[in-house]
Structure formats: C-alpha cells, structure tokens
C-alpha cells in the first residue's frame, strides 16, 4: 500500500490470550516465527499494523484494505495459538496509526502490561479499544526502525 492509497483505510484492533505454552525462550522464537510469516503476508497483503505480545495477550492493530484485513483476520481466528479472542475496534479510518511498516513489534513495559491486564477486567470495550491504541501508538513511537523481531519482551 502506498502512502496515497488511502481511500478504503480500515482498522480492526484485536486482544486475545496466547495459547502457546513453553519456556521463555521457546516462546520467544515462535514469536519472531509469528512476527517473520506476518510481515511477509501483511505486505504482500498492503496490510501494516503492529504486534504487542504481553507474556499473556496479543494485541494487534491491523491497517489496510478492508477485505485484506478481514482476510487476515480471518486466518487469526482459525490460528490455535490465539484463544478469547476479542475484537476492540474496528472500521474505516482516515489515517494510518502505525505507518507504512508491514508489521511493527511492540515491546511493553511493565506499566504497560499492568495496564493492559486492567483492560482485561475494569474497561468498557469502547475504552479499551482508546487505551490500547493509544499504548500502541506511544510503544511504536519508541520503537527502533528496524525489521528485525525484538528479542527483549517480557515472557
């Protein structure tokens, strides 16, 4: 997707629960397995968004033509490594939030993290959706510029 190509920008925000089990090691190399396989298919898809992976939780945002993210979305669903999945936002936006990267890695401190497991308990969904993006939005401020999976979240 090109910077112009913004006449059908749709978002779909997600959390679910990680269903992989194992040592931290073990869960941080399939991880980056995730994180190499989705930045291949998000841009052969037009797709960009961001990954935050908790120890617990995903969140993703997903950026794109609205039929590319479904698709993807879609194949989320049917993935075993995701279970409670739960939509927190999702439609049509002027703008991209995470900007043209196929794939950026959040990694959350541990405030964040707290704060995200809050979501989980305390938030309307409307408020979490805000929250989320906005914690999304300052980690991919910080992030480094480069593709290569992080290899320093907490697990």
């Known amino acids: 997707m090109t910077p112009a190509d913004h006449t059908d920008l749709f978002r779909l925000v ?14 941080r190399r399939r991880i980056d397995q995730i994180l190499t396989v989705s930045r291949r298919l998000n841009a052969e898809a ?8 908790t120890g617990l939780f995903f969140i993703q945002a997903l950026e ?3 039929s590319a ?6 194949r989320i669903c049917c993935d075993l490594r995701h279970s409670n ?4 936002e999702c439609g049509p936006v002027l703008e991209l939030a995470f900007g043209e990267r196929s794939m950026s890695h959040l990694v959350p ?16 969904l409307a ?15 910080s992030e480094p510029r480069s593709d290569e999976p ?3 979240f907490a697990v």
């Open 14 to 27: 997600y959390r679910s629960r990680c269903s992989t089990d194992g040592t931290p090691e073990e869960v």
């Open 46 to 53: 037009g797709i960009t968004g961001a990954l935050m992976f």
């Open 64 to 66: 794109g033509p609205a």
């Open 69 to 74: 993210v479904e698709a993807t979305f879609d």
């Open 85 to 88: 999945i739960e939509v927190v």
């Open 109 to 124: 401190t541990a405030v964040a993290e707290a704060a995200l497991y809050g979501l989980k308990h305390d938030a309307e």
């Open 127 to 141: 408020d979490a959706a805000a929250a989320a993006m906005k914690l999304m939005a300052a980690l991919v401020r």
């Open 150 to 152: 992080a290899h320093h």
